[in-house]
């Protein structure tokens, strides 16, 4: 398959800052990728409980965001 130069997909890694456990894999930070996250917030005993709304910010805050290179 044959990379398309103007359609670039980028996919980011997310993993949890507390436990280092990669989460998920998106094209966008945004839900439903989020919904995991705070799933894995839930119940990870690393990270500091979220509120019941959290905002995208404080979710931020917990992970750690790495672009994956796709050869
Ligand atoms: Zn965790």
Redesign the pocket.
């Known amino acids: 398959m044959q990379p398309m130069p103007d359609t670039p997909t980028r996919l980011f890694e997310v993993a949890?800052k507390?436990?280092?456990?990669s989460l998920v894999i998106v094209e966008r930070l945004r839900d439903p990728g989020i919904g995991a996250l705070v799933d894995?917030?839930r119940v990870?005993g690393?990270?500091e409980p979220l509120g019941k709304a959290p905002m995208l910010g404080a979710i931020m805050t917990r992970v750690r965001v790495a672009v994956v290179d796709q050869a």
């Open positions: 949890c507390g436990c280092g456990r894995h917030f990870c690393a990270s």
